[in-house]
């Protein structure tokens, strides 16, 4: 058995999307995976696509925003999977608005599942890390990090990952742990469906719209997404951390 198929990793908000394609990548790579998301039932799909082909997975639910089910989801990964020492900080929702419409509800739960969840996780996690001397953490970030008409939230929350991805990475470097960050583009997934039923668009008409402003003319799909997740967690990445790395199609204005 090779060191890669001993790893154990961890994948939150993995019932669908990124997460789902990120669970099934780095599971055909040969680690265990942990596939969490707010409903345990809703992982079943991933968690049996990993099976089907051989692997082994587990579904845990868990509100990453609530520190003793994150303690309580690690520490269950921690005894039926084993350490989990790749950390993949992929949960997030969107409560997209303008400022003077956008609720104090609208704010702290975005900030509360992407800033505070990939904090409790990495927390509960970073010290199986450090006992293996092994780690690799990946934030989801975002192209809207950049500013995004509609997403103050959003926007904010991933800027903020970006400053918590590369604080991390001077903290854990000398323990043998990196932390790197992937901001997607434009992904098809049920996020970005849900983005087209608010403005009054079709998806079809959104992706399509969305294509024509991106250099290689196609919007991305999930598996973009997990190829990039997949080479920050590689053993051979080891010596690239602190880095944000945009899959978007092409270079952003």
């Known amino acids: 058995m090779s060191t890669t198929e001993q790893r154990v990793a ?29 409903d345990e039932a809703a992982c079943a799909g991933t968690v049996e696509k990993i099976t089907a082909a051989g692997g082994r997975a587990l579904a845990v639910g868990c509100d990453v925003s609530d520190a003793a089910q994150v303690d ?9 999977l084993g350490a989990p020492v790749v950390l993949v900080n992929n949960a997030g929702v969107l409560r997209d608005n303008l400022l003077f419409k956008m609720s104090e509800n609208d704010w702290d739960t975005v ?10 996780m990495a927390r509960a996690c970073q010290k199986h890390m450090v006992d293996a001397g092994f780690g690799r953490i990946v934030n989801l970030s975002s192209s809207s990090a950049l500013g995004n008409r509609g997403q103050a939230n959003y926007a904010a929350a991933k800027a903020g990952l970006q400053g918590f991805t590369k604080t991390l990475a001077k903290e854990l470097g000398k323990f043998g742990v990196t932390a790197n960050a992937v ?3 434009f992904i098809a997934t049920e996020m970005t469906a849900a983005t087209a ?7 079809e008409d959104l992706q399509a719209a969305a294509a024509t402003q991106i250099p290689v003319q196609r919007v991305g799909e999930p598996e973009d997404i997990a190829n990039a997740i997949a080479f920050f967690a590689g ?13 978007a199609g092409g270079p952003l204005d």
Do not use: K, W
């Open 10 to 38: 961890l994948v939150t908000g993995a019932a669908r999307g990124i997460g789902a394609a990120t669970a099934v990548r780095l599971a055909a790579e040969g680690r265990a995976v942990a596939v969490l998301d707010l």
């Open 235 to 247: 053993e051979q990445a080891g010596f690239v951390s602190g880095q944000v790395l945009y899959v």
């Open 72 to 80: 309580a989801a690690v520490a269950r990964v921690a005894a039926e």
């Open 111 to 120: 900030m509360n599942v992407h800033l505070r969840g990939a904090f409790l």
């Open 183 to 185: 901001a997607p583009g």
């Open 197 to 203: 039923a608010r403005v009054g668009m079709s998806f």
